[in-house]
């Protein structure tokens, strides 16, 4: 049964989104080993700023996105600097420093609670619990103003990581600070900076997507937790340590969560539709049971394709 | 490969494991006449109001032991944050309200009796509200006010029941629990098996003979839609459902369901015609997300839309212009026209700069006079009493909502619904009151079209 175009529209806009997400989820893991469980509250983060900025100043979040990525990526420095990197160097193992992201995770969505509350209860915001800006958006010969743009920031987006690793000393730097940390240390490399730049840029993607969601989506105090499983689905998918697989990986979850489901909901009947969340889910596991180095370990050779190892 | 697959089978296990324990643990009579009614307690107090245009006059009395009860103190439960909070933020300021009225009264007649209030939040959570009350009984408290959701007040209803704690509902509105046996729970909004019958005669009378619904799918939608659907069909209506879960990080995203909705909408028109076709959306505020993300699926935009969501501003504030682009209408219980009722709006938009509706804040102040009123026609904060005696207190209260009738079950009879439609009002997008729905005779009154 052939399916609404909308429906494939919303499903690139989504998808589009989540590699944003997901990049930066992927990146902080390729440097520094540490699986970021607070990475979709930055997202919040960057959503609550663009909706402050708005109500306050009455700025289109369009107009704020450089600024709220930059916020981001500070305060994603900050949650490395203060709270991962000196448990990292006393010998934390990589679940425990898992574990202390769970906790951040919850500190943000409480911090988020209070803005939430100060919002609604002292400046009589009514929305600032669930907010919807589409509202603000433009629309181009019948395309959303939001899918345009995201669409740019992405590909703008996975340029400058090529550019930034293949061009610059600073992505030869990362490049050696990835494979042989030690190694690049000795020969002068200060990896703990390589470390940190790759979280500014990581919560500054992070703060970017939630710029644009607002468009999209409603957010909310406990937004990150609606997305955090889908963001590890992505990454996992293109390989934990592929940012182009997370790009890819991004776009393939976003669009199949959306499509897959609404095929299955013509098909089987609408109840199906309530189980979206679980597309993800099944997807994750099914990498990890039969590719757990994610798609881009596949490689094509002699017309057959085989998993590198 | 061996990591890969113990990774992935201890994942499938731990969700079927989660599975298995998520399983296992989830008509106002509008009157024309004038009436005085004069509600006496303890020895000569009164209570006067006049409703309407001419002249009739009805005494009521409450009797009560006439002696000082000391502070009595009503227990609050309310939605002050979670998907409710903007209901249960005004009903806070309503109660808060009440009390005061409560408490001057008293002081006017020489009654040393006062009343209190304990208010918590139970974070639209039944489990919360269910620790709420636990506490509040620990203290002795035996009435109780608020109880936003239906959900909530079934989950405290038993411990109610086994320790003789009297429940005022003032938003329940569930048909899961319409036909239980008299006992704790009073709700003194009408439940919702009431609520959709206006929306059925709306679509008919105005010639929609098919509805896409919308329908969030939980016991309050569900009910919602079943007292929809058998009045429609009755009247000769066919109607499609596409359902939506609730999600508690509020995150909604409607695409698959708008995708769904207009495939149905096409099948529709092709089958009824253009204009013989409408939307009702049921459930709660993200019925705004729904409308905005609508303009994804064009064709979805080109019929009305109906909703229960009315006086909810954060649905137009989501919404933004698509309210308009639809026609988006709903029905509400609507209070009976009073100069009671007429100098409570007035307060209260002062006091808070919100309009008060049946759900946030009328119901509410009305809970806190028939709390107040029961306790005091039976002398004492006994919850056998009040619960034996609160029937007839609320069929002779005359309240901001109304006349609060009950029925045998503890749930507040039938009464007209107000029709609200959407219209720019200074610039901002407002629910606006367009007719009524009568209960006697079930009819549609248009008095002000949205166009």
Redesign the interface.
Known sequence: ?A??P??F???LL?GVLLSMMATGLTLTYLTTKIPNFAHGNFVTLGAYLGYILFKFYNVNPYYSIPLTAVVCGAVAVFVYRVVLRPLANRGAPTIALMIVTLAINLLFIGFF?IIG?VL??VY?F??A????L??LDFSMSGI?GVMIVSLVCLIGTVVSIYLLLSKTNFGLAMTASVEKPSLAETIGIKVDRVYTISWLIGGALAGLAGSLIVF?????P??A???IISIFAASILGGLTSIYGAVVGGMVIGTSQ?VV??YL??ILG??V??Y?AAVP?LI???V?????AGITSISLSKGVAKRKT | ?K???T???S??IG?LIGAAVVYAAFPSTTTTSTSTITTTVGGGSTITTTIGGATSTITTTVTGAGSSLGTVTIGAILDL?GDQ??YG?LSKSAVNMALSDVNAWLATQGSSTRFALNIQDDATDPATALTDIQNMAAQGIKIYVGLMTTGIATNVLSYATANNLVLISTASTGTSIDNRTLGDLFRIVPPDNVEGVPFASALTQAGYTHAVLLVR?DPFGTGLAASFEAPYTTDGGTYD?????P???????F??????M??DLSAAQATYGNSHVAILALGD??I??AL??A????SLLTVPWFTNQVSS??LL??A??NALTVKLSGFQPAPAASTKYTQFYNRFVTAT?SVPGIFSGLAAYDSIWLAALAILACGSNSGQCVQASFSTVADNYFGVTGWVQMNANGDRTATNYGDFGVQMVNGTLAWVPIGYWDASTQQITLTNSTG
């Open positions: 049964m399916l609404a909308g429906i529209t919303n499903a989504y609670g509350d609604t209860n009589r009514g929305d619990d669930f907010f919807l589409s509202r959303s999209y989506l409603p957010v909310g406990n937004f937790n609606s997305f959306i489901t609404s909901g013509s609408p109840w539709l309530s979206q889910i994750m596991v099914g990890l049971l039969f590719l757990p | 490969m990591t890969g697959v990774i992935g089978v994942v499938i969700l944050t909070a903007d933020q799918n459902v596409v359902q939506y879960t999600i508690s990080t509020g995150s909604y995203d695409t698959s369901q708008l995708g769904q207009q495939s505020a993200e705004g997300v905005s993300q303009s994804t699926f064009g501003t954060d504030t989501t933004g212009n700069g």
